[in-house]
């Protein structure tokens, strides 16, 4: 199931840590590592970073340090769960509202930055023929151009909710 997070030493038998390292980044390129060392020169730091190796602990370790080192590994952990989780109800949420619903969005101007398929169905545009033109390019000559005018001043001042039909 992988690993929360990896601690390893910079010189080891066999491999070294950034061996280990980059063979792990093949599988999980998000991994977590903290890297003990003796070593502090530049040269091994740079490759470090390059490596984006999270967390250092200096040999000989301080177990104060080590505690403070792994609780800030411990809480980027969860951070980073939490930032899953979200994207995963966010995506489950905007499935959930694009197979429901018609959906448009706009940038501050009115240019359409997205728009999902029932909305592509129902306007009789493809989406490429509407991403980033003005929304007005949906409007159907029925309705009265003052209507359009009030719902934009609603949604660019938030100041209520509208509601209503249009074509």
């Not at 429901?100 to 999902?116: C, L």
Request: with cysteine.
């Amino acid at each position: 199931n992988g690993f929360d997070i990896v601690i390893t030493d910079m010189i080891m038998p066999g491999m070294d840590g950034f061996e280990l390292i980059e063979k792990i980044r093949k599988i999980n390129k998000n991994q977590i590592f903290v890297m003990v060392t003796g070593m502090e020169d530049k040269e091994n730091l740079i490759k470090a970073i390059e490596f984006r190796v999270n967390f250092f602990i200096s040999k000989p370790i301080k177990p104060q340090k080590f505690y403070e080192v792994l609780d800030d590994a411990i809480n980027l952990v969860h951070k980073e769960n939490r930032n899953k989780l979200s994207r995963l109800l966010f995506a489950q949420y905007k499935d959930t509202i694009d197979k429901n619903s018609i959906v448009s969005k706009t940038d501050s101007r009115g240019i359409i930055t997205y728009v999902n398929d029932k909305f592509c169905e129902i306007s009789g545009f493809r989406r490429d023929e509407l991403i980033g033109k003005p929304h007005s390019i949906v409007r159907d000559p029925n309705n009265d151009k003052s209507l359009f005018e009030h719902i934009w001043y609603t949604i660019k001042t938030q100041e209520t909710s509208w509601s209503g039909e249009i074509r």
